[in-house]
């Protein structure tokens, strides 16, 4: 190849410095717009925080309802939870139930059924779950209620995140 060739003319030259410049531009503008667009979800994986909800020795082994209250953080909304939760004691394991139901998200609650008394109990559209939370077959709910992650330390039962049951 010729030098004459690979010679640049003083418009394309003119071009691709406007583009290169015109591109650092953009980037350098668009960084931190995306940054913040991406802010909630770069928070996301930070620690989980645990919520005190009662003593150990308040517990049974017939689920009881507890209001779990915290500041909660959605997006760049800030607002408080409130969610009721079912506790109870399943031998040394303490399990926390969540009150929603898995068909369209309705509250349910334990004992409620005259018909089935140790189960939990849908009233929109007679959903039912086993003490275990397992969704009762045959019935609107697919699968089982969702659980809480239980932490116990000194006696005092916390929750953490919940775990969506399969
Ligand atoms: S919402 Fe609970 S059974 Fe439909």
């Known amino acids: 190849m010729s030098e004459r060739e690979h010679k640049v003319s003083r418009r394309q030259f003119l071009t691709y410095s406007l583009m290169g410049v015109g591109g650092f531009m953009a980037a350098a503008a668009s960084l931190p717009m995306v940054r913040f667009a991406l802010d909630p979800a770069l928070k996301a994986g930070a620690e989980t925080e645990l919520h005190y909800i009662c003593d150990l020795d308040d517990l049974t082994e017939e689920p009881q309802s507890f209001n779990l209250q915290y500041a909660q953080q959605d997006a760049w909304y800030e607002s408080e939870a409130n969610h009721t939760v079912y506790l109870f004691r399943h031998g040394e394991e303490v399990v926390a139930l969540s009150s929603t139901c898995t068909h369209l998200g309705c509250t349910v609650a334990f004992g409620t059924n005259e018909d089935h008394p140790d189960q939990f109990f849908c009233p929109c559209h007679f959903g039912r779950f086993e003490k275990?939370?397992?969704?009762?077959?045959?019935?609107?709910?697919?699968?089982?209620?969702?659980?809480?992650?239980?932490?116990?330390?000194d006696g005092k039962v916390y929750l953490g995140s919940l775990i969506q049951n399969r």
Not at 136 to 150: F, I, K, M, S
């Open 132 to 153: 275990d939370g397992t969704n009762v077959p045959n019935l609107p709910p697919q699968r089982p209620l969702d659980r809480y992650e239980v932490s116990v330390e």
